[in-house]
T-cell receptor, first 113, second 111 residues
Framework: SQTIHQWPATLVQPVGSPLSLECTVE??????LYWYRQAAGRGLQLLFY??????ISSEVPQNLSASRPQDRQFILSSKKLLLSDSGFYLC????????????FGPGTRLTVL | GQQVMQIPQYQHVQEGEDFTTYCNSS?????IQWYKQRPGGHPVFLIQ?????EVKKQKRLTFQFGEAKKNSSLHITATQTTDVGTYFC???????????FGPGTRLSVLP
């Protein structure tokens, strides 16, 4: 069976500090990987997606970046956090193709102070 | 670009009442998916609809895909407190690599 891990679960960071969130998937290969951000009480904003190692597509230009150094590893980073980066960050994976569902990780709740 | 809209944004119901959320896409969809996110949790896949006019049921939940494959609805009969959460619909983008999520409908059920 497949599992998706995210860490840390919660994070409090000062403005201007760097960020690194990690997501790993087990039990599958060549998945599509996604990073979403969800502001409190709001919908899902797609930040990045990846269809393969080293292939990153950005949906929203901002001070965040993503990398996929390994097939089942997806990392979200920032060099300098802003207050507006606070939110609930969700990683998800999906088998390729439009008729497959997305499986979400447990999420990281980030507070930037 | 492709947009997916949902109404209402919020819905408060008394336990036992019915609930319906509506989803509309700006483009024709090959399929539509529904997810539920419990408070503090992550979205969990509920169902996928593929055929025009398709209706699927999961216990008290009834999902419908419109004839034109541009709209969908989720109806919950006799809501329970366990139904609390946000319900999202999502449709694939034009390339089939991403899903465009609606803004969600947040359901509160008063006991």
């Amino acid at each position: 069976s497949q599992t998706i891990h995210q860490w840390p679960a919660t994070l409090v960071q000062p403005v201007g500090s760097p960020l690194s969130l990690e997501c790993t998937v087990e039990g599958t290969s060549n998945p599509n990987l996604y990073w979403y951000r969800q502001a409190a009480g709001r919908g899902l904003q797609l930040l990045f997606y990846s269809v393969g190692i080293g292939q990153i597509s950005s949906e929203v230009p901002q001070n965040l970046s993503a990398s996929r150094p390994q097939d089942r590893q997806f990392i979200l980073s920032s060099k300098k956090l802003l207050l507006s980066d606070s939110g609930f960050y969700l990683c998800a994976w999906m088998w390729r193709g439009p008729y497959n569902e997305q499986f979400f990780g447990p999420g990281t709740r980030l507070t930037v102070l | 670009g492709q947009q997916v809209m949902q109404i209402p944004q919020y819905q408060h119901v008394q336990e036992g009442e019915d609930f319906t959320t509506y989803c509309n896409s700006s483009t024709t969809l090959s399929n539509i998916q529904w997810y539920k996110q419990r408070p503090g949790g992550h979205p969990v896949f509920l169902i996928q609809l593929v055929k025009s006019g398709e209706v699927k049921k999961q216990k008290r939940l009834t999902f419908q895909f419109g004839e034109a494959k541009k709209n969908s609805s989720l109806h919950i009969t006799a809501t329970q407190t366990t139904d609390v959460g946000t319900y999202f619909c999502a449709g694939p983008d034009n390339y089939g690599q991403n899903f465009v999520f609606g803004p969600g409908t947040r359901l509160s059920v008063l006991p």
